[in-house]
């Protein structure tokens, strides 16, 4: 389906952040799903490969890969207008500009905050 994508351990704390922080729910058509499920991923609105917001709360929606997320892969247009919804146009925009924004990718620490952001939830 998606074929192999690398993920960092920065990328893999950041998603157990996001999947707890939505109470294992996906935003699309709110199924809820168990912890363990592999079938509830973290999408990214802007690939992962844009550094600025690849662990932007803005840029993630927590959706289920099969059939939510496969569905918005196909239909991108679709996505833009849940995702302007959801957002609300200025933060759209703001998000889209950093997006545009240059980051210096630092896997050490991008981990330490994803690890800062999974322990506050953790504590609330």
Same mark, same amino acid.
């Given at each position: 389906?998606?074929? @192999? /994508?690398?993920?960092?351990?920065?990328?893999?704390?950041?998603?157990?952040?996001?999947?707890?922080?939505?109470?294992?729910?996906? *935003?699309?058509?709110?199924?809820?799903?168990?912890? #363990?499920? @592999? $079938? #509830?991923?973290?999408?990214?609105f802007?690939?992962?490969? +844009?550094?600025?917001?690849? =662990?932007?709360?803005d840029n993630?929606?927590?959706?289920? +890969? /099969?059939?939510?997320?496969? !569905? =918005? *892969?196909?239909?991108?247009? *679709? %996505?833009? *207008?849940?995702?302007? +919804?959801?957002?609300?146009?200025?933060? !759209?925009?703001?998000?889209?500009?950093?997006? +545009?924004? !240059?980051?210096?990718?630092?896997d %050490?620490?991008?981990? #330490?905050?994803?690890?800062?952001?999974?322990?506050?939830?953790? $504590?609330?």
């Amino acid at each position: 389906m998606f074929g @192999k /994508i690398k993920r960092r351990q920065s990328d893999i704390i950041y998603s157990k952040y996001q999947r707890k922080l939505k109470g294992y729910r996906c *935003e699309k058509c709110g199924a809820v799903h168990d912890p #363990l499920s @592999k $079938n #509830l991923g973290v999408s990214h609105f802007w690939p992962r490969s +844009n550094e600025s917001t690849r =662990f932007e709360d803005d840029n993630c929606d927590v959706i289920c +890969n /099969i059939p939510c997320h496969e !569905y =918005f *892969e196909s239909h991108r247009t *679709e %996505y833009k *207008e849940w995702k302007l +919804n959801r957002l609300g146009k200025r933060e !759209y925009d703001l998000l889209e500009l950093t997006k +545009n924004q !240059y980051k210096k990718r630092d896997d %050490y620490m991008d981990a #330490l905050k994803a690890k800062a952001l999974l322990a506050s939830v953790d $504590n609330f």
